[in-house]
């Protein structure tokens, strides 16, 4: 006999029957996710505490996009924790522009990246960035209290920690700027990610690998396209914190 001949037939018991509560399977259900499940319904249409609980969490994503970064606000939780920061900016001056232009998210403005070059901290193992991304609600909500969480246990490790960057208006790639201007080994970037109708205020966590920054890259990859693919139109806008 074969290991499939041993296998044992499957249990066709339907779960359900006729005397099962679906209310109370649905109310199960719909406890262990987030998830817009088991709504029922009024007729043809959604309950009206259904309907209400829908407009509150894409009133609650869309608040999570556009309420402004209070940079310095988080900077003075940082110094309460005894956590060193710098402030910097992205190259994106407001947020209609930001969300217009990833690409300008991805780089520093003159001040930031000036601010960062007069840095003695240079050559650490990790620097931390922290950019409030699509959801400045998940920073002010997350991001103070896992860093002094992670933080110090990095420093028992032996690591050395570069002052935490705290930029507005930051995408992920930000990072890849901010670790060679620091010249950090590895770099960390804590962010906003992009709100859903039941996380508006979820933090990324992510490490880029083998990075690069925009300006290195272009010089790197020099070449008669370069001015072809200079002179093409911005990229439109985008809906990841990258």
Not at 37 to 56: D, M
Not at 97 to 114: F, N, Q, S
Not at 137 to 152: G, M, Q, R, V, W
């Amino acid at each position: 006999m074969t290991d499939l001949d041993a296998t044992p037939a499957l249990d066709e018991t339907p779960i359900l029957d006729a005397t099962t509560d679906l209310d109370a399977v649905w109310r199960r259900l719909a406890s262990l996710t987030p998830a817009r499940i088991g709504l029922g319904r009024s007729g043809a249409g959604l309950p009206t505490a259904e309907v209400l609980r829908f407009s509150l969490a894409h009133a609650q994503a869309r608040d999570a996009v556009l309420t402004p970064f209070d940079a310095k606000a988080f900077v003075a939780e940082l110094t309460a924790l005894g956590l060193p920061s710098v402030e910097v900016s992205s190259a994106a001056p407001v947020r209609d522009v930001y969300l217009r232009r990833p690409d300008l998210g991805r780089r520093l403005d003159e001040t930031g990246a000036a601010r960062l070059d007069a840095r003695p901290e240079k050559g650490a193992d990790l620097a931390v960035v922290v950019a409030d991304g699509l959801s400045s609600t998940a920073i002010a909500a997350n991001a103070a209290a896992f860093l002094a969480e992670l933080l110090p246990r990095l420093g028992r490790l032996g690591l050395s920690l570069a002052p935490v960057v705290v930029a507005s208006g930051g995408r992920v790639a930000l990072g890849d700027e901010v670790g060679e201007r620091l010249a950090a080994k590895m770099v960390l970037v804590l962010i906003g990610e992009r709100p859903g109708l039941s996380s508006p205020d979820s933090l990324g966590a992510i490490s880029p690998m083998a990075r690069r920054s925009g300006a290195a890259m272009r010089s790197a990859t020099a070449s008669p396209t370069s001015a072809t693919a200079a002179s093409r139109p911005p990229p439109p806008p985008s809906s990841s914190p990258g």
